[in-house]
Structure formats: structure tokens, C-alpha cells
């Protein structure tokens, strides 16, 4: 039996070795570079020896949003309303790193320890997507990998003290167990990606319409015409292939639920995540994006206005790119990605933050790096964006406010 279990950890190994090699090569790169990019600058005699302890060489991974969850690890979720409080976060991920410190002992550690085993379960999920959705041709499956875990504000997938690889990790899980039609356990996932970050609200119902789509309960009519017929949505409901599992995916909405129940037994609040938003993005009417606006009329912080420029960018690809994702891979992606965009539109008044909300947009950097594998200098567009991602992880390390 150890034989046995011993055979398929190996062959497990080798049916994953290249996404593997791929995110552990950049991840190395990725965690030598934000050490020598927040010290070396600053101190005249750096060197790594002696030991200098574990936030002398990881502490530039913990940015931002990576403080909040700490105290959140080590002191709980506190709400004041009117005030800003930590019950913005939402809770899976940093209840996954207390599990884990308390083993360690060490929060900084933890929480890096978390996102690296997140960003290998997504790179190893998406290697395994992409061959269920039909890439399945080498060069073309690693250059829709490569477009996804090279994307400009992809260095959240390789250690820093955030939430986005472990989202990345449980969407895409979820999504594939969809296509292998269990419907149920994706359902399960789901909640748990729900109740990672806010924009998982995206998955419920997109994970719901996919699994309608998988098991022919919604299928494409041939004889539709205009923009149904182009982009191929499936407007066809077939009362016979209804089964009671293809509610499962609803199930998602659990993770909501949950953190909603907590809300407001804790503080008579079930919205609150929600209303304190407002105190974080005080801007009204967010839509018109008017400091967005002022911030490139004034140009008094040109990093902040080109990172949200190219933020700004990104989410107009996606949108772009919507009517092509559910051509190529279905409704429900296309419903994701479309949601995945709004949540942080209608939210945020001058885009900050959408390059992050955007990794998880994997179907379509997926489908970019599949077009780019036909184009001869193909490569070149994959490797600007890995370049440029690479620089921009550098600045986040030296506390650059870039997403």
C-alpha cells in the first residue's frame, strides 16, 4: 500500500511538474528580491547572514492590507461603527493563518507560509483547468499559464501577507469541480472562496449557470441570431435535465451567510462589512470616478496615478474580453468576470485596488495567453507583463501604494 500511495504521489508530481517548477522558480526570484529591495537600498553593509530574524527578511511581504490581518490573527476582528475597523477582511483567510500559528508561533511567518501553499494549490489548479477546458496542447497551456501567473499585480500569488492566492486557489478549485460536474462540492468551495474576500460574491452565481450549462439544463439555441448567436449564450432551458444537484453550486452563498450570522450576532450588524466600506471610500457617487479624474488633472502623485490608470486598463480588458470568455469557455464565466469587475467599480473612486481584485480573473489572462501561443513574438507580451510585475513587487516591498 505505501508502494502504491508512493506511485501516485509520483506520477501526481509529473502530471504537475511544469506549473510546479514555473511558480516555485518565480516565487524564489520573487522572495530574494522584495528582501534585497526593502534593505539593501538602505543599508550600506547588507548582507543576508547573520540571521537577522524572520521579519528582517519577510516583513517587506507584509504591506498594507498584510497588518490588518495580522492584528486580526493575533487580536480578533473589531467594529466601531463610523470608525475604521478590521471587519472589512473577510474572515477565511486569516483564521486559516491563526490555525497554522498557532503551530508556528509566529504570525509574519505564517501568513507567508499560507499565501506560498495557496499560490501552489492555484497554480497547480489552474494547470488542471486548462487541460479540463480543452488546452491541452503544451506550449499553449503554458502560455495561458504563464499569462495568468505573470500578470502584472500577480505577486500576491507568491507570498505576500494577503488573501488573494488563497481566493485564486478555492475559485478555480471550485470552477473545475463544476466541470467535472460535482456540482455539490463545488458548492462547498465556493462558500469557503466567498468567505475569503468580498468579490467572491462574483462565484455564486456564475458557479449556478455553469453548472446549468454542464449538465444541458441551459444550452445554446442554433437558430438564435444577433449578439446571443456571436457570443454564443445559451438561452435554451431544458426542464428534463433538471436534477436537484444542480443547486448545489447555490450552496456558495453558505460562506456569505456565515459571515453575515457572525455580524450580527457580534454586533447586531449583518451588513457591517459593507457600511464601513464607506469610512475606507468616503468618495460619493463612485461611478463618476471624480478623484480619479482630479488626480490626473492635478498629477501631484504620478505613481498613484499611473498604478490606477493601468488598474483602470485592466478592468477595460476585462470587460472586453467578457463576450470572448463565454464563447470560449461558457455563461458562467463570462457572468463571473463581468461581476468581478462591477464589484469593485461601483465600490472605488479612482480604481485602486481592481489590479488585485483582477488576478482571479484567470479565465481571461487563460484565454489571452491561448491567442498569444498562435502569434510568432507571442512570448513578448508575456514576458513585459512578467517584467512589469516583477518591478512593481519590488516597490509594493519598499511600501509602494500600488494596488
Not at 32 to 50: C, L, N
Not at 272 to 298: E, G, I, M
Request: a positive charge; aromatic letters at 14%.
Amino acid at each position: 500500500m505505501v508502494g502504491d500511495v508512493a506511485d501516485r504521489q509520483e506520477r501526481c508530481f509529473t502530471r504537475f511538474r511544469r506549473p510546479i517548477s514555473i511558480w516555485s522558480s518565480i516565487t524564489v526570484l520573487l522572495l530574494v528580491g522584495q528582501t534585497m529591495a526593502s534593505r539593501w537600498p538602505d543599508e550600506s553593509s547588507w548582507r543576508p547572514w547573520p540571521w537577522r530574524g524572520i521579519d528582517w527578511y519577510l516583513g517587506a511581504w507584509s504591506q498594507f492590507d498584510g497588518p490588518e490581518y495580522l492584528r486580526i490573527v493575533t487580536d480578533g476582528y473589531r467594529y466601531t461603527p463610523g470608525e475604521r475597523s478590521n471587519i472589512v477582511w473577510f474572515p477565511l483567510y486569516p483564521n486559516v493563518v491563526r490555525l497554522v500559528d498557532a503551530a508556528l508561533g509566529t504570525p509574519l511567518l505564517s501568513g507567508v507560509l499560507v499565501s506560498l501553499a495557496a499560490g501552489l494549490a492555484s497554480a497547480i489548479a489552474v494547470w488542471a483547468w486548462l487541460g479540463v477546458t480543452g488546452i491541452t496542447d503544451l506550449r499553449t497551456r503554458t502560455f495561458a499559464f504563464l499569462s495568468v501567473f505573470l500578470y502584472p499585480y500577480a505577486w500576491y500569488l507568491f507570498g505576500p501577507v494577503h488573501s488573494d492566492s488563497l481566493f485564486l486557489a478555492l475559485t478555480v478549485a471550485a470552477f473545475l469541480l463544476v466541470e467535472r460536474r460535482a456540482l455539490v462540492a463545488a458548492g462547498v468551495v465556493g462558500a469557503f472562496a466567498v468567505a475569503t474576500r468580498p468579490t467572491g460574491m462574483a462565484l455564486i452565481l456564475a458557479l449556478f449557470v455553469l453548472g446549468l450549462e454542464r449538465t444541458r439544463v441551459l444550452t445554446f439555441d442554433p437558430g438564435a441570431d444577433g449578439p446571443l448567436a456571436r457570443w454564443r449564450i445559451p438561452t435554451r432551458f431544458d426542464r428534463s435535465a433538471w436534477r436537484p444537484g444542480n443547486l448545489g453550486p447555490l450552496l456558495s452563498f453558505g460562506g456569505l451567510l456565515a459571515w453575515m450570522t457572525y455580524l450580527g450576532v457580534q454586533w447586531g450588524d449583518p451588513l457591517a462589512f459593507k457600511t464601513n466600506q464607506t469610512v475606507y471610500h468616503p468618495s460619493p457617487l463612485p461611478l463618476l470616478k471624480l478623484p480619479f479624474l482630479v488626480r490626473w488633472r492635478d498629477f501631484d502623485d504620478p505613481s498613484y496615478v499611473l498604478t490606477t490608470t493601468l488598474q483602470a486598463a485592466l478592468a477595460l480588458v476585462v470587460v472586453c474580453c467578457v463576450p470572448a470568455v463565454i464563447r470560449r469557455f461558457g455563461l458562467g464565466y463570462g457572468i463571473f468576470c463581468a461581476l468581478l469587475v462591477a464589484i469593485p467599480t461601483v465600490s472605488t473612486a479612482d480604481f485602486m485596488g481592481t489590479g488585485r481584485y483582477l488576478i482571479a480573473a484567470f479565465c481571461v489572462w487563460a484565454l489571452i495567453g491561448e491567442w498569444l501561443s498562435t502569434r510568432r513574438l507571442g512570448w513578448l507580451p508575456i514576458a513585459g507583463s512578467g517584467l512589469l510585475m516583477a518591478t512593481l513587487a519590488m516597490l509594493f516591498a519598499r511600501s509602494w501604494y500600488l494596488t
